[in-house]
């Protein structure tokens, strides 16, 4: 029975790989602020260019994949900190030649933590105030706030913390991929070179939110709830529940990490045996909610708030309206939602909820049966399959002098202009170009998924099952929720991890069938 549940875990995940790697064939999903505006695009795709960078994005991963495996005759003491230095020397000379502003959102939060340090202003938990509606951003303006308290107060230190956590994304790429490949016999540095090598991460580390420290928590507790499971040591569960609780106060989507982590546990439990499995259960229960209940009540007891922040703030409801839009397929719906919850409810969340109820059976009645799938296929499709986690407003940014209809809203600009920024201006070869590279690494990325998962079920392999489970979860709760491409960076490092395991067995079996004419010994990829 535990298999049958596990293959179908798996044949589900193969099912939307399938179904991502098929559509791109025919459209192509895209974000191009300065081209577009803050809208997605699903247009016709460019079979021939496509192809072209196929075969050349193969051909180069070939050569960089033997490069690696020379690094297999030095220390990981030696390799893995070089490798992570050359990530960061890459980072800072991101941040520095693309000089990104803060903007919306992120300029919120930068603007309320000054506020909240320097001036002891609280009035935005307040009505009409930003975490009055949004208090779960009250973890990033808090961690914003203490690190301009103890560093310069500027935007370089948030961009800097952002390469910290970076780094140990990377690394924790590195040590899952190792605990779920326990038989290989090689350093298999290669995965550590493309986590660390990785373009969207490299690049996100520009952007001043709380997608990078989440990805970072949730991951490492990933890591050490698959530790735990292996080694079946509590001091690893005890990680795990406070990383993943964390991360979850950083970003709610932490849910899904934690449920994918109490799935695997329930699956393995004859392993770990129910005693452990029960213990697990438990301390996570008690600790997931302990920061929100700890921040609402030192916000009480300070007089900051009088009632829970959490009273009148924005209901869930107000995203799954939001995701549900046939023009937009899920996207921004140009403020609809926000009225509703600002002007018809007056900030009241009982009230708003009621009338998002009221548009969510409005829109499902007035929408057709046709209507609605190509919604949702146009939504998985286009979240998906964009590939570059929206990283040329977040990271790479703009000047402000473009963006469509909603430049006044989502303010552009740099600290000060580079030759890099002069490269990359408008819709330039170079801003473009590295969009196509990025949107084709994610298809070929999928089709090693692919390969891998369909290897791991002819093999009755499923060592793989937490990252599917998240990566699953993140697939189903984005069905219903309101989209962005950048919703999904979390689970980046799941993708390199079971694209690079992709990659390995199908290198292998070439080298088996002597495709590549290569005479380098099976052993050492084995």
């Known amino acids: 029975m535990l298999k049958g549940i596990q293959k179908t875990f798996y044949f589900l995940l193969i099912f939307f790989v399938s179904l991502f790697i ?3 064939f025919f459209i192509r999903a895209q974000y191009n602020y300065v081209v577009y505006g803050d809208t997605p695009m699903l247009q016709q795709q460019h079979l021939g260019t496509f192809l072209l960078l196929i075969i050349g994005f193969l051909i180069f991963s070939v050569i ?48 309320l933590a000054m506020n909240m340090l320097y001036k002891g202003d609280y009035s935005t938990f307040n009505q009409t105030g930003y975490l009055h509606m949004f208090p779960f951003n009250y973890s990033t303006v808090l961690y914003i706030e203490a690190l301009l308290a103890m560093f310069p107060d500027n935007y370089v230190t948030i961009k800097v913390a952002n390469i910290v956590f970076a780094l140990i994304t990377t690394l924790m790429i590195y040590l899952i991929y190792k605990q779920l490949t326990p038989n290989s016999r ?25 997608d990078v ?6 991951t490492s507790a990933l890591y050490f709830g698959i530790r735990f499971m292996k080694e079946k040591s509590v001091k690893y569960l005890i990680f795990a529940a406070i990383l ?58 300070t007089g900051k708030v009088q009632t829970s922040t959490t009273t009148n703030a924005a209901p869930i409801y107000m995203w799954l309206n939001m995701g549900i839009n046939l023009k937009t397929f899920g996207f921004w719906d ?62 790479i940014g703009n000047d402000g002098s473009s963006g469509g209809s909603r430049t006044g809203f989502i303010m552009g600009g740099y600290s000060y202009p580079t030759f890099a920024t002069e490269l990359f201006a408008g819709n330039s070869p170079y801003r473009s170009g590295i969009l ?32 599917i489970l998240v990566i699953l979860g993140f697939v189903g709760f984005y069905i219903l929720w309101e989209i962005k491409s950048r919703y999904i960076y979390p689970v980046y490092p799941l993708l390199i991890i079971l694209s690079y395991m992709g990659f390995k067995d199908t290198y292998q079996w070439l080298i088996r069938q002597d495709f590549l004419r290569l005479r380098t010994s099976v052993r050492e990829e084995s």
Not at 213 to 218: C, D, E, K, R, V
Not at 244 to 270: E, W
Not at 356 to 373: P, R
Not at 441 to 451: D, E, K, R, S, V
């Open 22 to 24: 098929a559509s791109s």
């Open 64 to 111: 960089m994949y033997r490069l690696c495996l020379k690094l297999n005759k030095y220390r990981p003491q030696i390799v893995i900190p070089l490798v992570l230095l050359g990530s960061c020397a890459i980072q800072l000379v991101i941040i520095f030649l693309f000089t990104r502003l803060p903007t919306d959102d992120s300029q919120t939060v930068v603007s």
């Open 186 to 210: 090689s350093h298999d540095y290669g995965v550590l070179v493309f986590a660390a090598t990785y373009l969207p991460a490299l690049f996100m580390s520009n952007f001043i939110y709380n």
């Open 213 to 218: 420290i989440a990805t970072t928590l949730l």
């Open 244 to 301: 993943v609780t964390i991360g979850n106060y950083f970003r709610s989507i932490g849910i899904i990490f934690l449920l994918a982590m109490v799935i695997s546990l329930l699956l393995h439990m004859k392993q770990i045996g129910w005693k452990k499995v029960m213990l697990s259960l438990c301390l996570f229960a008690v600790l997931f909610n302990i920061p929100s209940w700890t921040q609402n009540a030192l916000l009480q007891a």
């Open 334 to 395: 140009n403020r609809e939602s926000y009225n509703i919850y600002q002007r018809d409810a007056d900030y009241n969340k009982a009230l708003s909820t009621e009338l998002f109820k009221e548009s969510i059976a409005q829109k499902l009645s007035t929408a057709s049966l046709t209507d609605l799938v190509t919604m949702y296929y146009k939504k998985i499709i286009w979240t998906w399959t964009e590939g570059t986690y929206q990283i040329e407003r977040y990271g």
């Open 436 to 467: 196509w590279l990025l949107y084709t690494m994610n298809f070929l990325m999928y089709c090693f998924i692919l390969i891998r998962l369909i290897g791991s079920l002819r093999a009755k392999r499923f060592d793989e099952m937490s990252l």
